[in-house]
């Protein structure tokens, strides 16, 4: 007689699951699901659902060899219920479990689901992180701003990840000034590590050719890893050959170079192949081997053990509003560019071609290009919110609704970034080549050539004063606009409001 149904889901393929440490493999079931309401809550990039399906396929297999008992359930199984529950519900139908256990989901939806589930369903911490969601609670408790660079301070000292004692390696907390150099020619980049469908993986690939194969995004090629194994070369191979020039150039943007130095893990470990501290461990003993400098260990490490751990505590202590948020109240529509529609911005093109193509973009090609035009534009955040969920192979909401709602669209007020993060097309330009090749002048403030950005960054802080001039950090950015004469002023709105003008009349632009 099955005792319980042990349910994993898709971004949980971890062996050290805590529902698989509750479970009882001589009497208890595990339940794995490749349903259409996960897949289409919201139009996955093709190349996700993909990995995802590979990665649980054989998870299950591993599963199997380790001597559980599992019932999966492929999308084309004319049986599938649809939805997580239906099929919990299905299997337990099937075995006479009474109860099910589970591992807290990463989205609020699915933890009002399965609460709600007509079946006792029990929900465990996903303990895969480095700080619990109490561990969180109690550092934000009573703090007035929850800035990142303290709780991360907090995390290194817990875990003596980069730590000569009570100090931080390198005499710093944070080498993020060392980070910041722009691309250079001549630089020469490693090829990421990639893999070969094998017949289980392609019989996936057809499967959401035929489902999906209409969803933005391409399919193929499809290279990814989809096992731990996998998953962990891939670890190693940035280590070695990326990981040392990583910190240099982390904020760099190359027309045509969609990975440079970066890591090209974190589908992995958001699916639950690699763990945050193994990563982390695996950077700390490169540097303390001498194969890396010190920035780039500190830099890597700060995205996972400080970003990464922060923003998971920032989703659920705000709470399932956090993505209808809107301090600003914009509304405009996203543009069609976002979706690989024609645009003479060569920045815009190059990121969403990027997007398109790979299912992935580097942290400043999302907030400084894709993030910093939303947010000039005044575009609605929750519409941004839904692309980005929509189109990263990385993607899912605990950790991208705070990065877009919160830290890319200023959204929720406040609560992550303590201002704006926008720019002019200055910042673009000295992160990247994208403007040598734009058919508009990155030099141009006003004009029909003039780069977009330069006139929206000032549109944008002009109709938001009221807000943000009071903002100590924006005291010298509004002192600067003031300096200018009004007619200078008044013609850079003007352009401003004629170009957003052409946006809304969906004119190529």
Not at 50 to 70: D, H, I, N, T, Y
Not at 104 to 130: C, K, M, N, Q
Request: charged content about 25%.
């Amino acid at each position: 007689m099955v005792s319980r149904l042990i349910l994993v889901l898709g971004d949980q393929l971890s062996a050290h699951l805590s529902a698989l440490r509750e479970g009882d493999k001589a009497r208890d079931v595990v339940v794995m699901a490749e349903v259409a309401q996960e897949a289409e809550y919201v139009r996955h990039h093709p190349k996700k659902i993909a990995l995802v399906f590979a990665a649980m396929r054989k998870f299950a297999r591993a599963l199997e060899a380790e001597g559980w008992s599992v019932r999966y359930t492929p999308l084309d199984d004319p049986e599938n219920a649809g939805s997580i529950v239906g099929e919990l519900l299905r299997r337990a139908q099937e075995t006479g479990a009474g109860e099910v256990i589970a591992t807290e989901p990463g989205e609020w939806r699915l933890v009002e689901s399965l609460t709600h589930a007509p079946i006792p369903t029990y929900l465990l911490p996903d303990d895969r992180f480095i700080a619990s969601r109490k561990r969180f609670e109690d550092w934000a408790k009573g703090r007035k701003a929850l800035r990142m660079e303290y709780f991360y301070r907090e995390m290194r000292r817990e875990t003596g990840l980069l730590m000569e004692g009570d100090a931080p390696a390198g005499g710093k907390w944070n080498f993020d000034h060392d980070n910041r150099k722009p691309p250079k020619e001549g630089l020469e980049f490693p090829a990421p590590i990639s893999f070969a469908p094998d017949a289980e993986t392609q019989a996936v690939l057809d499967l959401v050719a035929e489902r999906y194969g209409e969803n933005f995004g391409d399919l193929m090629p499809f290279d990814l890893a989809t096992t731990r194994d996998e998953a962990l070369q891939v670890l190693a191979h940035f280590v070695t050959h990326a990981l040392p020039r990583f910190g240099d150039y982390q904020d760099a943007m190359m027309q045509d170079q969609p990975y440079l130095f970066h890591a090209l893990i974190s589908p992995y470990m958001n699916l639950g192949l690699l763990s945050p501290m193994e990563v982390c461990r695996a950077a700390e003993k490169a540097w303390q081997d001498g194969d890396v400098p010190i920035n780039a260990a500190e830099g890597f490490i700060r995205q996972i053990l400080g970003w990464r751990e922060y923003v998971r505590g920032i989703y659920y202590l705000e709470g399932p509003d956090y993505t209808t948020r809107n301090a600003l109240r914009h509304d405009r529509d996203l543009p069609a560019f976002y979706w690989g529609a024609a645009t003479h911005m060569n920045c815009i093109s190059q990121t969403v071609a990027q997007t398109q193509k790979y299912a992935y973009a580097h942290h400043i090609q999302r907030l400084m290009v894709t993030g910093n035009f939303a947010l000039l534009a005044g575009v609605d955040p929750h519409q941004v919110h839904e692309w980005y969920l929509e189109v990263y192979a990385d993607a899912y909401e605990w950790v991208e609704a705070p990065n877009t709602v919160g830290m890319s669209q200023f959204a929720d007020g406040g609560v992550i970034a303590s201002k704006p993060y926008v720019s002019s097309g200055a910042y673009i330009n000295r992160m990247s080549d994208y403007c040598k090749t734009c058919a508009y002048s990155v030099t141009a403030k006003t004009g029909e050539k003039a780069c977009p950005f330069n006139l929206l960054y000032w549109h944008f802080l002009d109709r938001h004063r009221d807000r943000f001039q009071g903002n100590m950090r924006m005291k010298n950015i509004y002192a600067a606009w003031d300096r200018m004469d009004a007619e200078r002023r008044e013609t850079v709105l003007r352009d401003a409001n004629a170009w957003l003008s052409r946006l809304d009349a969906k004119e190529v632009v």
